[in-house]
């Protein structure tokens, strides 16, 4: 069992439509949970991040988190056609608080 | 590019030969990582590092070693390159304070040959 597992897609949305991007973790001591989008060719960059049980919203993002289910999402609202890239959830590991990454998953908004 | 550098930006090498890449930052954050990833993979990291002169192993460390002579360079090298190390290599800080996410260079893409 991979420590982050995501659905590789790809996962297709209309755009306007809500994108939802699913993430489990099997290490029940980690502590702080994060989205990265990465487009291709491009190096990730983060756009949420979460510790607590529920939800935390940022603009069309929101982030959800189920501790008691390992569980990590992000729900994209009003998808958009740049909103297509690879969606990476990666958990912290350790006294350091390694970032662990899953293998993300493509998104791909159709006009 | 929030501070983070990787040189070069792409490099073909040699089955055998050793290579270096270099991780340059301007923030003076303690943690720099390095990780690769590869199709079907993810980002796996290879080696980190919490400040200088202080290094540590991660999950795929065999073939690299790494050196912190100062807080904002992160070396990795490849001591005897491999096919098996083709890959896009990313180095990462870490931010302080609430929000710790990492932020990455721009990658370097290694060909083995």
């Known amino acids: 069992q991979k420590e982050v597992e995501q659905n590789s897609g790809p996962l297709s949305v209309p755009e306007g439509a809500i994108a939802s991007l699913n993430c489990t973790y099997s290490?029940?001591?980690?502590?702080?949970f994060f989205w990265y989008r990465q487009y291709s060719g491009k190096s990730p960059e983060l756009i949420m991040f979460?510790?607590?049980?529920g939800d935390k919203e940022d603009g069309r993002f929101t982030a959800q988190l189920n501790k008691a289910s390992q569980y990590v999402s992000l729900l994209i609202r009003d998808s958009q056609p740049s909103d297509s890239a690879t969606y990476l959830c990666?958990?912290?590991?350790?006294?350091?608080?390694?970032?662990?990454f899953g293998t993300g998953t493509l998104l791909a908004v159709q006009p | 590019d929030a501070g983070i550098t990787q040189s070069p930006r792409h490099k073909v090498t040699e089955t055998g030969t050793p290579v270096t890449l270099r991780c340059h930052q301007t923030?003076?954050?303690?943690?720099m990582y390095w990780y690769r990833q590869d199709p079907g993979h993810g980002l796996r990291l290879i080696h980190y590092?919490?400040?200088?002169?202080?290094?540590d192993k991660g999950e795929v460390s065999d073939g690299y070693s790494v050196s912190r002579s100062k807080t904002e360079d992160f070396l990795l090298t490849l001591e005897s390159a491999t096919s098996s190390q083709t890959s896009v290599y990313f180095c990462?800080?870490?931010?302080?304070?609430?929000?710790?996410?990492?932020?990455f260079g721009s990658g370097t893409r290694l060909t083995v040959v």
């Open positions: 990462a800080i870490r931010s302080t304070g609430l929000n710790y996410g990492y932020t």
């Open positions: 290490d029940r001591g980690s502590q702080s």
């Open positions: 979460i510790y607590s049980n």
């Open positions: 990666a958990v912290t590991r350790g006294a350091t608080n390694k970032l662990i």
């Open positions: 923030e003076n954050h303690r943690y």
């Open positions: 590092s919490y400040g200088v002169k202080d290094t």
